[in-house]
Structures are given as C-alpha cells and as structure tokens.
C-alpha cells in the first residue's frame, strides 16, 4: 500500500495553471521587466530562471496569469515580439505535477 502524498500521480491538490515559458529572454532581463512586457495580458507574477553556478539568466522564464483567455491573449500577441532587444518566444507552459508531502 502505497502513501498518497508520495504519488505524483495522486489527486492533485492544486487548481489549473495558467502559465507560459517565456524563451530567448536577453541576459539583462529581470522579473519586473519580463512582468512589465505582459502588463496588457493582467499578469499576476513572473519568474526567471537563473543558473546558480554562473549566477545569471538561463535565457528563459515564466509568467503566471489568472484565467484561460488571458493566457491565450499574451500567447498569440507576444510570441515573436521583441523584448530588450531579442525576439521572444512564447508558449503554454507544461503542467508538472507536483509531489506532496505530509
């Protein structure tokens, strides 16, 4: 008998995930800047991932939305648009589920 909150395949406890990976983001980009680009699209946060040994930008990130459509707008307005000087692709983010523990 397997425990629940080992399973990643168990229930999962979190609602739907509206998020898009944001890529071929310019090294200099930050969180604010990448959250100010999608201000039309009522963003709700953004993330960059940094590479922690050279203490940078990977070059992609995330931003979060509160509804489907607002999502689907900023996908179809801003992939190929240019962001501090590089042409960004955007795409729906995959859902990774999540392993809970008690």
């Keep these: 008998m397997s425990a ?19 890529g071929n983001l ?4 930050d969180e604010r800047s990448l959250k100010d680009a999608f201000a039309d699209h009522g963003p709700i946060g953004a993330e ?4 922690q040994e050279m ?13 489907h459509k607002s999502m689907s ?10 962001l501090d000087g590089r042409s960004i692709t955007v795409n729906q ?3 990774r589920a999540r392993k809970w523990r008690a």
């Design 26 to 29: 310019a090294w200099g980009t």
């Design 55 to 67: 203490d940078r930008s990977r070059g992609f990130g995330f931003v979060n939305f509160n509804d």
């Design 48 to 51: 960059i991932v940094y590479d």
């Design 4 to 22: 629940p909150w080992w399973d990643s395949d168990w229930k999962d406890r979190s609602g739907p995930e509206y998020r898009v990976h944001v």
């Design 73 to 82: 707008d900023a996908i179809q307005r801003m992939n190929g648009q240019e």
């Design 93 to 95: 983010a995959n859902h």
